[in-house]
């Protein structure tokens, strides 16, 4: 399956999981630090709603600073019902937009961990495929940029257990391909669904 492929049945997978949301779900937290599923939800709007010409004079007038870019387009988004939302994730689920600087695999591991930002706290895993993770954690090991997982990861042996994929040398950390994803990315909640001797190095970094 092409990328863009994977990254719409993924958003649609999303879609259907914000559907089935009670009303309170809405402003419950996700793993995204001070951000509701509302707030999660309108951000995974940003790259499938938004040309890059748009996104690079919105990001200018943030300063150039990703994190008050974000929350921007949160707050512009902000008076949309979750019905709204839910609609207009799944209408524009096909989307090939992305923001300056970012590639098709970026914009499927955006998808990725955001959904799984949004469905962990509540102890749900999302029903997407084993091999979109797998080509999710291959882009994600790399990137220095914003989720700076090459230092986290540096010296250890990651592996999934539900997939064939491996990467690395060194203490042992494994698990789900979704929880890897989201200990590679930052976040911190994830390291209770894995195991092994690399567990607290990679959690002190």
């Known amino acids: ?25 809405w402003a419950a937290p996700t793993l995204c630090e001070a951000w509701t599923v509302k707030d999660v939800a309108n951000h995974m709007l940003v790259t499938p709603t938004m040309s890059k010409g748009k996104v690079f004079v919105a990001f200018a007038g943030s300063g150039f600073n990703l994190d008050k870019f974000s929350q921007k387009q949160v707050d512009r988004m902000a008076s949309m ?25 970026g914009v499927l591991t955006e998808v990725l961990v955001h959904g799984a930002d949004i469905a962990a706290p509540r102890g749900d895993t999302l029903a997407v495929p084993a091999d979109h993770y797998v080509a999710a954690l291959d882009h994600l090991k790399g990137q220095k940029a914003v989720f700076h997982t090459p230092a986290r990861i540096e010296g250890l042996r990651l592996e999934a257990t539900d997939a064939t994929w491996s990467t690395g040398d060194g203490a042992l950390v494994q698990g789900p391909s979704h929880a890897l994803l989201l200990a590679m990315a930052g976040r911190d909640q994830a390291y209770d669904a894995l195991e092994g001797d690399g567990v607290a190095t990679m959690r002190a970094r």
Do not use: C, F, H
């Open 1 to 25: 399956m092409e990328t863009w492929d994977m990254i719409k049945a993924d958003r649609e997978v999303v879609a259907d999981y914000l559907a089935a949301l009670p009303e309170d779900a």
């Open 81 to 105: 019902a979750p019905a709204e939302i839910i609609d207009m994730t799944r209408s524009t689920a096909g989307s090939q937009n992305m923001p300056p600087g970012l590639k098709p695999l």
